[in-house]
DNA sequence: GAGTGGTCTAGACCACTAC
DNA sequence: TAGTGGTCTAGACCACTCC
C-alpha cells in the first residue's frame, strides 16, 4: 500500500538521535555488509563523547540499520524477507542465498524415543509409539539464526538419519523420498524475547527478539500427520511476512 | 508445546546483566502497572553508579518486562494477547478491556473522498467512485496503542460517519447496519520499526517495534470488497499472534 | 599490537510529572 | 519542589578479532 498524507518530521531533540538519523540516512544505500564508521570514529568526527556515538549505533542497531560485533565493528544490515503462509514456504536454503547470504543448516539430533504425550496426541499416533527427534541448528554468514525442533512418526520416516542430507530441505525428503505430499494442518506465529535456553542454544549472550513458528504438517495421500514443528528465528535477521490470501 | 531438553543456564557475565535477571525475577509475579525501583534507588540498594543502573532497567525494557516514563517512574508490563487469522478478530476494545487495561478509540477522521488509483483497484470500483477515509487511533491506559488508516466503498456504507459510534466496533457496524457480512478476502502481517511519519501519528518520539497489519474484508452477501485496512501495532503492548487452523 | 565493541565510574544538567 | 527518567562528558579497563 501507499501512505496518503504525509506528516511534518520534528527535528529530534537529542544529539544522538540526530546523528543516528543521518547516519541511518547516509547507510541506506550502501550494500549489506558494508563498514560503518566506528564509535571512536564517529566521536572523533562530530566532536561528541565516545558514549554519545556509542548511543547512534546502539540506537541504528535497534532500529536493524546495523549489526554490531565486538572486536570486529559495525555493518550494515539487511533482513532477509522470508514468506510463510498456508502452503508449504519456499526451501530456507534457497531463500537465503537469493538474499545473497550464506545458509548452513546443521543437524544437532536425529533420535528416534518414545512420543511425549503430548507429541502423541498432536500427532495421533497410538500408546507406545516411537518419533523421530530432530533438532536443526541455521546459520546465516556464520551469524545463529534459528533453532528448530521436529517429531515425525517414525514409522512414516524409515532411515530418515542418513536420507537427510546436511544442506537439504526436510521437506523436499517428506515429498520426493518418502511421497508424503505434506500440507499445513495449523501454524501459529508469535513474537517474544527468546527465552534464556533459547539464547544459549542459539549460541548468543543476548536475548534476542525471535519468532516463535509452530505448526503442524498432515500428509495429503495418506491423511494423517507427519511433522510438529516450533522454531525460532531472530526477528533482527529476518523479515517475516505472515500472509493469507493474496492482494489484488 | 512444552519444551523437551534443558540447557545449563550461564551466569551472565556483565553487572547490569545479572541485576537484570534479578529484578526480572522480583518482577515477574507482580501485577502489572506495579512500580518498580528507580534508577537512582536500585544504584544506592545495590552499590552500582546509576549508568550501571540504568542499564539494568533499560535492558528490562528491551525485554518488555517493564515501561518506563520520563518523571513517572519504571512500571511492571504486560503484553496484551491479540490473536490474528482467518476469520475476524474479536473486538479490539473487548479485548483489550478482558486484559484489565482500559482503551480509547478516537475517529480523527472520516471524509468522503475520490478514491486513489490504488485503493480503487483494490476495492474493485469504477473509475471516479468514491471512498470512505477513515483514520483511528488507539490508546491503552492513556498510551498511544495504534493507528489505523481505512477504505470503504462509500455506496456501501451511507451515513457511516454518524452511525460509528466513538467506541464502538466498525465490523459490528459494517454487519449489523449495513447487513454486510464481513469476510476477510486476504490479510498479511510484518514487524518493523515504526518509520518516522508513524510515530509522528502516535505521538512518540522513539521510534517503536510495531507489528504492520494490512488486509481486505469482502461482503459475504454481496460478494464485493467492502474494507481495506492498514494499521500499525506496537509490538511491546501487544502480543499479537497469528494463527491458521488449530492445534489439537 | 592495534582496533573494535562491552562494561563501568563519578559527576553534571535537563525535561518531565507529580504534589 | 522533589523525584523520575533522558542526555552527555572524560576517563578507565576489559574482551574480542585480526594481522
Redesign the pocket.
Known amino acids: 500500500m501507499t501512505p496518503v498524507a504525509t506528516v511534518q518530521r520534528r527535528p ?8 543516528a538519523d543521518e547516519v541511518e540516512r547516509d547507510v541506506a544505500q550502501l550494500p549489506a555488509g558494508t ?9 572523533g568526527r562530530h ?9 547512534v ?2 540506537e541504528l ?1 535497534r532500529r536493524w540499520v546495523v549489526r ?7 555493518f550494515v544490515a539487511r533482513r532477509i524477507e522470508y514468506r510463510i503462509g498456508p502452503d508449504i514456504p519456499a526451501s530456507w536454503t534457497e531463500t537465503v542465498r537469493r538474499a545473497g547470504a550464506e545458509p548452513r543448516s546443521t543437524t544437532e539430533r536425529v533420535a528416534t524415543v518414545r512420543a511425549p504425550g503430548w507429541v502423541r496426541r498432536e500427532l495421533a499416533l497410538p500408546a507406545r509409539a516411537t518419533v523421530v527427534h530432530l533438532v536443526r541448528r541455521r546459520t546465516v554468514d556464520g551469524e545463529p539464526a534459528t533453532w528448530a525442533e521436529s517429531w515425525l512418526p517414525a514409522d512414516l520416516v524409515p532411515g530418515l538419519a542418513e536420507r537427510l542430507p546436511a544442506e537439504g530441505s526436510l521437506h523436499h525428503v517428506l515429498h520426493d523420498v518418502y511421497g508424503l505430499e505434506p500440507v499445513r494442518a495449523w501454524y501459529r506465529a508469535e513474537l517474544d524475547v527468546a527465552p534464556d535456553d533459547v539464547a544459549v542454544r542459539l549460541g548468543l ?2 536475548r534476542p527478539l525471535a519468532l516463535v513458528l509452530q505448526g503442524r504438517l498432515d500428509s495429503r495421500r495418506l491423511g494423517r500427520p507427519v511433522e510438529l514443528t516450533r522454531s525460532w528465528a531472530r526477528a533482527d535477521l529476518f523479515r517475516i511476512v505472515f500472509e493469507m490470501g493474496s492482494a489484488t
Request: a positive charge.
Open positions: 529530534p531533540s537529542a544529539a544522538y538521535l540526530a546523528l563498514l560503518v564508521p566506528s564509535e571512536h570514529e564517529l566521536a566532536g561528541v563523547s565516545r558514549l554519545t556515538a556509542r548511543a549505533l546502539q542497531e554490531r560485533v565486538q572486536g570486529r565493528g559495525t549472550r543476548a
